[in-house]
């Protein structure tokens, strides 16, 4: 049972507050974002910084975790929330196949070298699409969204894993400013 | 990115761990492990009775730790955890918190008594327990073993480690709900 | 047409569309998966209004979060109602309240009162 108290070390060194590791259906993830709700309704928070922990919480959820569709068994995600000094991280790692890296390696290298302005632009013009959105087109909504919140401060790697398969992990950083 | 980040993980993945909650716990935390674990069996579609019996079990382990009292200084060495850990057949639910060194041996002490009696046996000492006022001592938590013990079914397994403290040691507490009733 | 109620839930908004007071208000959290789904209903209402007659309505948003797939149904709304007012048959306001110290629900509203030609008041609450 060492793990336990290995685990709590851990936790504790970087300040996590709560692991998941699942595959986020979406019943499961009310539950989630129930515990975030939780969990940042102790503080003394901002509407505006709630707002956005919360937000980038169930962006990560919704678009980045849940879209294993066809090994909606595994648990292949994880999400972690931590305190730090500035506000709050979120951290949402992702197991991808080719095909969904090579789109979300190339959504992400345009989406950080924008700016704000292009940014905004490019949420507008998604948004306006008529039909319903792709795939990729909400992918692009969710990080588009996650990098305003943040104000940019968002870190990304991806991580090789058994062959073809890779791991994705996204942290965003919410400052209480 | 940090390691301790990867380390986290990969133990997760290990243990089958599928929620790690690691801080302070208060009613509010309690109340949204409980509907978080809820709705997960929900969607697993796992059977009403298991499901009541996890709830139980559960009540019963978080308020356990919230009724642990230690010193504002203590509290910074370590912070209590709870660990979900869904298995094929079963699922264990793991508490760690810290706990003063005088009361170790009896809570060992409780815990193997428990651990040594049959359904029956657990029936009549819970009864027992219910009736003695003096289970207050250790703020109801004796009753809490047998409790969990009767509704479980399994053994309740525990560990103490060493921590950065005098007084304190971590102590780990898991317990094992099987999916199917037999 | 009907008096359009839908009950909010945790993760979706309340819809009160009433013709009769000529107010349509959407209040609450917005951030279901599947959003084409809950917004269908919402949108035939607004199909229906468009060809129906009737005279001024208020469109009054009180939402106090929504995700980005709900965003984007959100504009459809919007460009509906857009729709319904230059089409003739009937007349259109939209007033957005927000909590005044949510300025990133401010700032969103902005956007979409760019994105539609339609009378549009932001008001912080």
Known sequence: MEYTYTLQKLMAESNYLLAIRDNFESLLSKSVFSIVESQISNDNLDVNIKNRIFSVVVECVQNICSNDKAHSTSKNSILLLNKVDVGHNIVVGTKLNNERKNRLEQILTEISSSSTEDLKNKRKSIISTRTNLEESQKENLALIDMFIRSAGKVKYHFQGEDGNDCFLIIEIEISNN | MDTSLKQIHSIMNDENAVLIYSGEFNQDIVKSMLSYTEGKLESSGIDDLVRKKIFNVMVEQLQNITKHQYTAEEKQVVQPCFILIEQENFYNLVTGNPIHIDTIQMVKDRIDQVNGLNAEELKALYKQARLNSRISEVGGAGLGFIDVARKTENKLEYAFFDIESANYKYFTLKTQINKIIE | ?125
């Open chain 3, 1 to 125: 047409m009907e008096h359009l109620i839908i009950d909010k839930t945790d993760d979706t908004p309340s819809i009160d569309f009433n013709p009769t007071s000529r107010e349509l208000k959407i209040s609450g959290r917005s951030l279901p998966e599947d959003v084409t789904t809950f917004y269908a209903p919402v949108l035939e209402w607004l199909d229906e209004l468009e060809e129906t007659p009737v005279g001024e309505f208020k469109f009054i948003v009180n939402l106090e979060y929504f995700n980005t797939a709900s965003s984007k149904l959100i504009l459809d709304i919007l460009m509906r109602l857009e729709d319904i007012h230059t089409g003739g048959n009937n007349t259109i306001e939209i007033i957005w309240n927000y909590d005044k110290r949510d300025t990133d629900m401010e700032e969103a509203a902005e956007e979409y009162s760019e994105l539609v030609e339609v009378p549009f008041q932001i008001v912080g609450i």
